[in-house]
């Protein structure tokens, strides 16, 4: 896998996203949960995601959570920031979502999708001693658990089109077979030939990167 941005930024993200998610819930008592939420429909998290440099490294994890705040609410007054002297488990939390999302470059979103939502990473706090990649080696499992247990892209697309199995084959030119095999993931979508992507993306009048699974 590729890094979502330079490593020369990984240890300021990680501190940032730890502190901004420290901040939130032992400072503003905002659930966890339902913060980090905030932080992607604010918009944020796909520019942190891409290793914007005014996000990975220019700001504080409190300022970072306080753009957060004014991108979601209106009028809320500022809470002074406690900069504990020992690091959270929400710390820990922010810390190590950073460096998966870092490390497996998708985004924050699909992580939640995978099960590694904030409160089961902080589940996940007995590992904060061990070396970041028993967190990554556990989270890769939960994560593929999950996404076994869910519909692929295209069955999700193509009922979405209102599309049977044989009508996408009919439209598309791929055989009624070759789709039954990527929905019920024998086949993987991902190592198709373009062309057969692009077909089923044109009847499907989307775009071919919304067929593709994530890669963990």
Known sequence: MIPAYDELYLNDAM?????MLDYAVNDCHID???FFSMFIS???AAQFERGNPKYVGGMSGVELAMEVLSKTFSNLPFTEPSYPYDRSAEFWTGWAM?????????????MLCGGLT??????????????ISKFEETATEIMRENLRKRETRLKTVRRMRGLTQKSLAE??????????????????????????????????HCRM???LEPEI
């Open 15 to 19: 501190n940032e996203l730890g502190e």
């Open 32 to 34: 966890g949960d339902t």
């Open 42 to 44: 604010s918009g944020i």
């Open 98 to 110: 950073a460096y998966y999302q870092w490390k497996t470059s998708l985004c924050f979103k699909e």
């Open 118 to 131: 904030v409160s089961k990473v902080r589940s996940m706090y007995i590992l904060h001693e061990a070396d």
């Open 171 to 204: 439209r598309s030119g791929i055989t009624l077979r070759m789709i039954q095999l990527y929905e019920q993931r024998q086949n993987s979508i991902n190592r198709a030939e373009a062309a057969t992507v692009l077909a089923l993306s044109r009847a499907l």
């Open 209 to 211: 990167e919304d067929l």
